[in-house]
């Protein structure tokens, strides 16, 4: 410091020998007005970069006149104060702006021995805009952390195993509060076995393993185990040792239902192809097996005297035939043939079926259920099927209560549903229940704990409810009884009256083309046909059946009636021939066959062109049926044998 007197304007002050060095800016202000004001006296280098300033223009002008913004900034309060006092002051990180610089300054005020004040500041804004951001980045996280509150909970606990914190969204997983899951941590990690695993996992953690996420089992409040995954990673000091852990839990319980049921489904897709198929041929071999023995059958129908070699060979084959019909339900070709229905009164049909004679009450509470899109006859047999386990669960007698109602099912719901309005069907008996091992497993085909049954009851419900776009459900408790509930997607619209055809032509006996892949069939129908009136002329495919049409044309020895095989392996089946066949002659009457019993075609006969159906197995009797429905509808007198 230099106490020689400076002209007016001059700082007393030698900046020259001490401040120019600074990194810190430096101001020296002289007091004028009694304090009320200052005048620039001197500055050094750095607040000449920092206030992008030129000492020679601004040493000896009003502090108001070189920064503007500076009354706002509240530096001059504090610069009086210091003036008046002798005592040294902070001013903190404020921000200051004018139209020539903006920017956040942190200052220490001190009053020198000339009675001058200095103004000692460094730029704050690159501190104050990362402490910013980083306060910013923290409240984000904040908000990230609390909004998840439907799935995800974090946490993070010293290495002894206590939590340090934990995110509010936890309630919501969990249903613990942050205090009872912290004050209660020991219980959450015991020696019952779904614990077991979590902890071991958390002690791996702790001993600074990094570890991939992992799914766990962790109890909720209530008592249910929830499947979570977690991801946990160690917190390490500078030294390398474990001080933490951090970690977020997310809750897939419901996605891993979800999962278990597409998986169950796909797995059910395969089989049903591949039984589909089984069922196809094996109603081929049944054809002739039934065909055959139905032609040893005395017109008036079987005696009582009948071999019992030939009787027993008669009730296998139809026993066999029930059989392909399971295994078809959950196949391609089971596909449900769907018309809009109310369901109360197929309910309480099927219920009343399935349980008479049986040793149970049946308590029925039947609301107003909405219609439904549906196949009744595979309805029928789902509600069939679970009264009759509900039968052989109590067979020293109970209840089975049927109650329906409308469900609202919503994204919330944990089924694997979209949101809409389904009937719901529930039956709930008072058996042995289901269980836990065996809960996963019994949709599965041919899983069963009966010492009789063929294990394709349930899944066959499994198949025909997730046809038809529901679900099926389950709710076991062990000895108090077994609950299906079942979903069916609500559909009110009013049903549209089915549309029929008319045909004029005639048939009196006459000519007959069979169409059939398999040679049995064709064979086994030649000896058939004649015994009812008709000649007969076969084709192994659509192909050959067009081919042999046209000829009797020609010849004027036109076909009277053609049956079409639906499914021809690598050939023309029935519904494209029948297009073909129309356009021929768009009177032509055909009846279609098939294997596949509930295909849509099989159905939906008419509105692909066929006058009449006749389903695989078949033989004498049936086939005469058809024959003869299809005469009456056109008026027509019935054929005789």
Known sequence: MNDQKKPDGVSAFDLGSLCEQLESAVIVYRAVDDGRSFIIANLNLAAQRLENIDRREVVGKDIFEVFPGVEQFGLVEVMHRVWRTGEAEHLPITFYKDDRAAGWRENHIYKLATGEIASVFTDATEAKLAVEHLRQSEERYRRLVENLRQEYFFYSHDRHGAFTYLSPSIQDVLGYTTQEYRTGYDKHFTDDPVNEEARRYTERSIAGEQQQPYEVDILHKSGEPRRFEVLETPVLDSAGQVIAVEGIARDITTRRAMEQELLKAQKLEALGVLAGGIAHDFNNLLTVIIGNLSLTAPPDGWPDNTPDELE?????????????????????????????????????????????????????????????????????????????????????????????????????????????????????????????????????????????????????????????????????????????????????????????????????????????????????????????????????????????????????????????????????????????LRQLDPEVLAIVSSGYSQDPVMADYQSHGFSGVLPKPYGLAKMREAMAELEERRGQVRVQA
């Open 312 to 580: 027993d060979a008669r009730l296998a084959a139809n026993q066999a035939q029930r059989l392909t019909q399971q295994l078809l339900t959950f196949s391609r070709g089971g596909k449900p043939v769907k018309q809009n229905l109310a369901l109360d009164d197929l309910i309480t049909e099927a219920v009343s079926l399935a349980t008479s004679g049986s040793n149970i009450v049946t308590r029925l509470n039947l609301g107003d259920l909405p219609r439904v899109d549906a196949d009744p006859g595979q309805i029928s047999q789902v509600v069939s099927n679970i009264c009759i386990n509900a039968v052989q669960a109590m067979d020293h007698g109970g209840t089975l209560e049927v109650t329906s109602s409308v469900a609202e099912v919503d994204s919330d719901s944990g089924l694997p549903l979209d949101p809409g309005s389904y009937a719901r069907i529930r039956l709930q008996d008072e058996g042995q229940g289901i269980l836990p091992e065996n809960l996963d497993r019994i949709f599965d085909p041919y899983f069963t704990t009966k010492e009789t049954g063929s294990g394709l009851g349930l899944t066959v419900c499994y198949s025909i409810v997730r046809n038809h776009g529901g679900h099926i459900q389950v709710d076991p408790v062990v000895d108090q009884g077994t609950t299906f509930n079942i979903y069916l997607p609500a559909n009110d619209k009013t049903p549209e009256p089915k549309r029929t055809e008319t045909h004029s032509r005639a048939v009196h006996g006459g000519r007959v083309l069979i169409m059939d892949d398999d040679s049995r069939i064709l064979r086994m129908a030649k000896r058939i046909v004649p015994k009812l009136g008709y000649e007969i002329t076969t084709a192994a495919d659509g192909a050959e059946a067009i081919s042999l049409w046209k000829e009797a044309r020609a010849a004027d020895r036109p076909i009277d009636l053609v049956i079409l095989d639906l499914t021809v392996p690598g050939g023309l089946g029935g519904a494209e021939t029948m297009k073909q």
